[in-house]
């Protein structure tokens, strides 16, 4: 089992920055993949970023490119993703997850966290 505890979220003004966190514990060894996802009420969850176990593979939707960042430290089993030049349609609950191959479909995904909410006002 992997356990998964996101921080970080929280109400920021369009332009602005956040980062977000994921501590993840138990046998991380075996989901070397790690991932963010999001979801907007009404909306479907959909993929952020996601970076492999050495962080030599980084991937990202396109609407985050050049301003989000996902990098993880493995001494700390923590996944991080800078968020900056926020826009409102930024606004959703962050997940972060775990699994064994880097990919951007969330059923490739065996662990999840609880979320983290992300405001971003006009």
């Known amino acids: 089992q992997v356990q998964l505890v996101e921080s970080g979220g929280g109400l920021v003004q369009a332009g602005g920055s956040l980062r977000l966190s994921c501590a993840a514990s138990?046998?991380?060894?075996?989901?070397?993949?790690m991932a963010w996802f999001r979801q907007a009420p009404g909306k479907e969850r959909e993929f952020v970023a996601a970076i492999s176990w050495s962080g030599g593979i980084t991937k990202y939707t396109d609407s985050v490119k050049g301003r989000f960042t996902i990098s993880r430290d493995n001494a700390k089993n923590t996944v991080y993703l800078q968020m900056n030049s926020l826009k409102p349609e930024d606004t959703a609950v962050y997940y972060c997850?775990?699994?064994?191959?880097?990919?951007?479909?969330?059923?490739?995904?065996?662990?999840w966290g609880q979320g983290t909410q992300v405001t971003v006002s006009s």
């Open positions: 138990g046998r991380t060894f075996s989901t070397p993949a």
């Open positions: 997850a775990a699994g064994k191959i880097t990919q951007v479909v969330s059923r490739g995904y065996d662990y």
